[in-house]
């Protein structure tokens, strides 16, 4: 087995599983109509945990909907997966209990650094695979959701973003379930740099853009950021 560091992430090699690592809850929403949504006036913002298992398609979670096709139809934003550990700053933070599943993620996990996982890492989630994508990137709606001063630029500066998914393989998830780190690419950037690259840091932009499988999204992002410099 690889090595692993203070966190319990694998330092080298691949296929670890570490038996902490798992999900908490399994999380679903409903489209609703909603006069603080923004434009779109709706949002499926406020998930649920749910029992049992859950099928997990190329779109995610059965039973899972979403608003904003515009900006998360995307299969690379399939599942998006938050840490109860952030949680658990952010009710420090907040000085108020903060349930799994209040920052509308799909997959409540447990001891697993989820903001430090790279961009290409795959995760075996029950009969599940998934790809990291990205970072999450708050908006007016989520905003508005939590009702805290500034929290766009709160959320932004703590960098406890959680992290979005592609499904490579197909199959079921449930609370409970472990989550092994099946691979992790060589050279390619956590979470966290991700999120700062999407604010314009160059060169952790460009190590994205060097990893063959990256996300549609981030060549969009390259054609902001590196303006002519985009391949």
Known sequence: MAERSASGRAATGSSVTVASMRILSVNVGRVVEAEWAGRLGR??????????????????????????????????????????????????????????????????????????AKIGERWRIGTVVAEVTGPRVPCGVFRNWMGERAWVRRFTQAGRVGAYLRVVEQGEVGAGDTVEIVSRPEGSVTVTESFRAYH????????????????????????????????
């Open 43 to 116: 949002t499926a913002i406020d998930k649920t945990p749910v029992p049992g298992r859950v099928r997990v398609g190329t779109n995610g979670l059965a039973g899972d909907e979403r608003a904003d096709l515009e900006h998360h139809g995307s299969s690379d934003h399939a599942l998006y997966a938050y840490a109860r550990e952030d949680y658990d700053w952010w009710q420090a933070e907040l000085g108020r209990e903060l349930r799994d599943a209040v920052f509308g993620e799909n997959l409540t996990t447990a001891d697993l650094d989820v903001n430090g």
């Open 200 to 231: 314009g840091d160059r060169a952790l932009l460009r190590r994205i853009l060097a990893h063959p499988g990256h996300s549609a999204e981030w060549d969009r992002v390259a054609e902001r950021v590196l303006g002519r410099e985009a391949p």
